[in-house]
């Protein structure tokens, strides 16, 4: 498994990692350890986001121009809570439609 999501990519167009976006997205949404290990576990999983765990990433423009061409913008996009009955309720009172 580890093998085909391992990207190395074109060096001509971006320095690409040894993982792409969307095994990492997958690792991360399976939240278990044992799936690093097809990586080489953590130590693994640094080495090839070029990262280390005391230092952080070398984050000079080039790096990070690097990560986000790689896997995108690192946002964090905040869910929004399901509305509730009372909610609804608010949003048709306020609603000239339904009165």
Avoid: W
């Amino acid at each position: 498994m580890a093998d085909s999501m391992l990207n190395y990519g074109n060096p001509a167009e971006v320095p690409m990692f040894r993982i792409n976006q969307e095994c990492l997205a997958i690792l991360v949404q399976a939240n278990d350890i044992d799936s690093l290990q097809p990586f080489g576990g953590m130590p693994g999983l640094m080495a090839a986001l070029e990262t280390n765990a005391e230092t952080g990433i070398r984050g000079e423009a080039g790096d990070l121009y690097r990560r986000h061409k790689a896997f995108g913008p690192n946002l964090y996009l905040e869910e929004k809570p399901f509305p509730t009955v009372v909610d609804g309720f608010f949003r048709l009172a306020n609603d000239p439609n339904f009165l």
